[in-house]
């Protein structure tokens, strides 16, 4: 049932579709922050299916209980398709694809975890849409579906009533933004905090830090380099500063920082920087002062980095991301 302005009225029904070789994390880390949430709100309705009613068989061998054939389970306000390692051949299955495509038609939005994103692939929800799946399996998903514009390194991404996300714990940063989607802020918040999660880390924040993004460095100069910055990267790293550590020349430097980890030095330290001052901001640090002990030279500097990165300032990451009010209060 809706209001008339199509907002679903009581609970809010989030089916789970489950398959032999599911993987536990991925619906059992959602499903835990709708049940949480409704310590607070009483807001969800958790019903888990499966494509003909019988029980399934995890990737791990946990033999799990269903309430319902899809085709059976009536109407709902959120679908998830979680993943599976066992792809694609899992969802080869007609049987899982035709309930894929079923709940599609009877719920308000559409959601994946992990390589879940392939079954909605494979039934058309995902076409002309952009989408995110777990890194590894996001090579497989933009060859195999060119109309979907795959963001490889984004936690999760929203098109239109169509959600995917990264893998495993991502599934937990979705349900997080549903909630508060959902019911505000202050609801999932308090979710995380039951959950001793962060708040929900953006949905274009990348899969990963900087340093493991980066080519791992090979020859002894880029590598004493790249341990020296991520040593202490609020420390003074000039050109001139690296290149005599180094005992290179900056030109020489340079060269081998490119090559090596595909930025120059000062990229590879702002980097560095912008990863140490995220970590103080959630962990409730002022913009300023966070700002300060990673190095950065003013506030403005790192808002302007951190924009440029993450499509939001920090005093807007930090109210939506903390895990207490406390924290919110103390950001200036």
Known sequence: MTTSNGNPVGRRRIGILLFDRVKTLDFVG???????????????????????GADVTTSMGVR???????????????????????????????AILGAVLSLSTRTRRMASICSGALALAATGLLDGKSATTHWKFADYLASHFEQITVQPDSIFVRDGCTYT???????IDLALALVEEDHGADVARAV???LLVYMQRS?????FSASLRA??????????????????PSRPCSLADLAAYANVSTRHLTRVMQAELGMSPLEYVTSMRLDLATGYLESGRSVAQAAADA???SPVAFRRAFVARLGVTPIDYQRRFQTTRREESQAV
């Open 30 to 52: 959602p499903a835990e922050v709708f049940v949480e949430a409704n310590q607070r709100v009483d807001g969800y309705e958790l019903v888990l299916l499966s494509a003909d």
């Open 295 to 297: 190095g950065y030279s």
């Open 215 to 232: 080519t791992p460095p090979r020859t002894p100069v880029a590598r004493a380099v790249a341990s020296y910055v991520n040593a202490d």
């Open 165 to 171: 996300s990264a893998g495993v714990a991502a599934g």
């Open 203 to 207: 949905g274009g924040q990348s899969q």
């Open 192 to 194: 995380s905090q039951l």
């Open 64 to 94: 799990i209980g269903v309430h319902a054939a899809a085709a059976d389970a009536g109407e709902f306000d959120t679908v998830i398709v979680p993943g599976s390692e066992f792809v694609p051949g899992v969802f080869d299955d007609p």
